[in-house]
Nanobody, 124 residues
Framework: QVQLVESGGGLVQAGGSLTPSCAAS????????LGWFRQGSGKEGEFVAV????????YYADSVKGRYTISRENAKSTVYLQMNSLKPEDTAVYYC?????????????????WGQGTQVTVSS
C-alpha cells in the first residue's frame, strides 16, 4: 500500500505558475504509475496527466498539453506537476494517484491510491 500527500497548491493570477508536489510513503514508489486528476466546483473529476514508473513516458489531457509538465523523482518518492500559463478554468482541487498498472493509465478506476488533494485557484 502507498500513502500520498499533496502540497504546493495556492492562489495565482492568470498567466502565472504553480508546481504542486505529491510525496509518497509505503511500498516502493518506483513500482507505481502516477497520475494527476482535478475536480472543479460542480464538475466531474478529470484526468490531467500521467507518468510511467520509470518516468520515460508521459501523457496529458488536451486541455493542459503544452502548459503542464509531470515529473517524478523516485529517490525522493515525489511526483510533481509544473503548471504554467494558468487559466481561471484550471481552478480545481488537484489529486495525485498511484496505480499498479503499467504504461499510460488514464482511467480513474485504475488508480487504487489517492491523496487528499490540494486546491489551485487561478484568478482572472
Amino acid at each position: 500500500q502507498v500513502q500520498l500527500v499533496e502540497s504546493g497548491g495556492g492562489l495565482v493570477q492568470a498567466g502565472g505558475s504553480l508546481t504542486p508536489s505529491c510525496a509518497a510513503s509505503g511500498r516502493p514508489f518506483s513500482s507505481y504509475t502516477l497520475g494527476w486528476f482535478r475536480q472543479g466546483s460542480g464538475k466531474e473529476g478529470e484526468f490531467v496527466a500521467v507518468i510511467s514508473w520509470s518516468g520515460g513516458s508521459t501523457y496529458y489531457a488536451d486541455s493542459v498539453k503544452g502548459r503542464y509538465t509531470i515529473s517524478r523523482e523516485n529517490a525522493k518518492s515525489t511526483v510533481y506537476l509544473q503548471m504554467n500559463s494558468l487559466k481561471p478554468e484550471d481552478t480545481a482541487v488537484y489529486y495525485c494517484a498511484a496505480s499498479r498498472k503499467s504504461g499510460i493509465v488514464r482511467a480513474k478506476y485504475e488508480y487504487a491510491y489517492w491523496g487528499q488533494g490540494t486546491q489551485v485557484t487561478v484568478s482572472s
